[in-house]
């Protein structure tokens, strides 16, 4: 994500990664040697696209100095770790439950999220409450979309994990019953091949 950026604001996101306290644009001025009016220019740009965020003023003597520090969105720029380390944690679920076992633990961990979820559809039901969990779904990164009884994504929020261990689709799974009260069948799956993940929902026997 940072390669989309010019060599220059790299420089300035990366300089703020570095001090977690911020910098005043005197101190960046200093630093890089380059002028105020431009330092000012490129975190008005940073700023106004959420990855830059102004801090508590610095008393200087005179005219209290702006801090510019990074928000949680320029952190999330630099590099992360997160499949590598759900890799690690599902792995020794696998170790420990075996395939029928991780499938259970994804389908609960989905439940106890969706049980905090449900409130939100209180008082929906039919085509409202699709559109509603479409939406509580696409907040998550699904890219979903309803359907005359269910629904589709787009975009498999965990591909990489999940075409190493096919158990974790069973998060979608729990997450989608709890949420509809209905069974789900998984019709189409991007892991398998399709070109999107289709879930269809039939009453509970």
């Known amino acids: 994500m940072l390669q989309a ?6 420089n300035l996101l990366t300089a703020l990664l570095d001090r977690k306290g911020g910098y005043t644009a005197d101190e960046l001025v200093e630093k890089f040697g380059i002028t ?14 959420g990855y830059i965020e102004e801090g508590p003023a610095k008393e200087t003597g005179g005219r209290p100095a ?17 499949s590598w380390f759900s890799s690690l944690l599902i792995q020794r679920l696998l170790e420990q439950h075996g395939q029928d076992g991780l499938a259970d633990q994804m389908e609960k961990m989905a439940e106890t999220i969706a049980q905090d979820i449900r409130p939100r559809l209180a ?5 409202d409450r699709l559109v509603a ?30 075409v190493r261990f096919p158990e974790v689709c069973r998060f979608d799974i729990g997450l ?19 070109g999107s993940c289709c879930f269809q929902f039939r009453p509970k026997k």
């Open 133 to 162: 969990i479409a939406e509580i779904m696409n907040e998550l990164g699904y890219q979903a979309r309803p359907e005359a009884d269910g629904i589709e994504a787009k975009n498999c929020v965990y591909h990489e994990l999940a």
């Open 5 to 10: 950026f010019g060599q220059t604001q790299k």
């Open 66 to 82: 702006i801090i510019y520090k990074l928000s949680k969105a320029g952190n999330e720029l630099f590099p992360r770790q997160y």
């Open 123 to 127: 008082g929906k039901s039919g085509k």
């Open 176 to 194: 989608l019953r709890t949420l509809t009260g209905a069974e789900v069948d998984h019709t189409s799956c991007m892991v398998r091949g399709g």
């Open 36 to 49: 105020r009016s431009a330092i000012r220019q490129h975190m008005s740009a940073l700023k106004s696209l």
